[in-house]
């Protein structure tokens, strides 16, 4: 009879791998809880501001790449020369 009782407490208790995979699910779905709550807390850019800065962007890219065709043509002509 203890041993049968000792049985029915096993039984009801969940294996490992189950408390595994309800311990991941609810992190997984309090993380997502905590991420969606952060996201209304930012303070986002108007459209205005994303645009005027992606020119800013756009135009330091462009200088730059040419100042580095400016520097690979002198250094070829440096090259040929000496």
């Known amino acids: ?11 009801k208790q969940p294996s490992e791998l189950q408390q595994k995979v309800s311990g991941s699910l609810q992190n997984t779905t309090e993380f997502f809880h905590d991420v969606r709550v952060e996201l209304k807390k930012v303070t986002w850019p108007s459209r205005e501001d994303v645009t005027s800065t992606t020119g800013v962007v756009i ?3 462009a200088f730059f790449a040419f100042i580095w065709q400016l520097s690979n043509g002198l250094h070829k002509k440096v090259s040929i020369t000496f």
């Open 59 to 61: 135009a330091t890219v």
């Open 1 to 11: 009879m203890v041993t049968q009782v000792a049985k029915v407490d096993e039984e």
